[in-house]
């Protein structure tokens, strides 16, 4: 069984742009969760889709956005680029029942906002 | 709401030595708890889980027991490996659904550096 896939691996962005991330779940996952990775902050949670729909979301501003297709692979959107957006970006899929779920994570994307 | 601590690291051993990693957690309900390892330029690999007290979670020589009186999970191998070196992190998910659904709470991750 495939794993989850993350596109783009790498991306340099400059200040004020805006950037799409892909995430493809593990197949018959109908749950996809974000995250944001950094030095300073650790690991933390974006938000989650389930069945196109987000069910839950963290402590985020409204720039970070995203949504889900009816294949299940998710996209999230950052808008107006700021220096501390650089991050690692996983996605992690589930089946999303029960809430308690394990959680597969993909490889990552690699954001640096120059 | 919910939190998870980790020892402060890093952790430095030699081949062969044994390793203990302490995790304790903040959590309404009923937790499902879990480890984690990153290995460098990689995502999060699940090391173990377990989903109610006193449940042991093993797997390649790692182990943790689910300890509610205790509110912890530690990490624990008899003979750590070179190939070890990583860095683990410690995490739960809450079973209430709402705002538990699909969220993670993550530690700060712990780095384990093994010399041959």
């Known amino acids: 069984k495939a794993g989850v896939t993350q596109t783009p691996r790498y991306l340099i962005k400059t200040r004020g742009q805006q950037v799409t991330l892909s995430c493809s779940p593990i197949?018959?996952?109908?749950?996809v969760s974000w995250y944001q990775q950094t030095p300073g902050q650790g690991l933390q949670f974006l938000f989650e889709?389930?069945?196109?729909?987000?069910?839950n979301k963290g402590n985020f501003p409204g720039r970070f956005s995203g949504r889900q297709f009816s294949n299940s692979r998710s996209e999230m959107n950052v808008s107006t680029l700021e220096l501390g957006d650089s991050a690692l970006y996983l996605c992690?899929?589930?089946?999303?029942?029960?809430?308690?779920?394990?959680?597969?994570f993909g490889p990552g994307t690699r954001l640096t906002v120059l | 709401g919910n939190s998870v601590t980790q020892m402060e690291g890093p952790v430095t051993l030699s081949e062969e030595a044994f390793l203990t990693i302490n995790c304790t957690y903040t959590?309404?309900?009923?937790?499902?708890l879990f480890w984690y390892v990153q290995y460098p330029g990689e995502g999060l690999q699940l090391l173990l889980k377990?989903?109610?007290?006193?449940d042991k979670g093993s797997n390649k020589g790692f182990e943790a027991t689910y300890r509610k009186e205790t509110t912890s999970f530690h990490l624990e191998k008899g003979s750590v490996q070179v190939s070890d070196s990583a860095v683990y992190f410690c995490?739960?998910?809450?079973?209430?659904?709402?705002?538990?659904?699909?969220?993670?709470?993550f530690g700060q991750g712990t780095i384990l550096t093994v010399h041959p």
């Open positions: 992690a899929s589930s089946s999303g029942q029960p809430a308690g779920d394990e959680q597969f």
């Open positions: 197949s018959g996952h109908r749950s």
């Open positions: 889709y389930f069945s196109e729909t987000q069910r």
């Open positions: 959590a309404t309900g009923y937790p499902s």
């Open positions: 377990a989903t109610k007290a006193d």
């Open positions: 995490a739960l998910t809450a079973n209430a659904g709402g705002t538990s659904y699909g969220k993670l709470t």
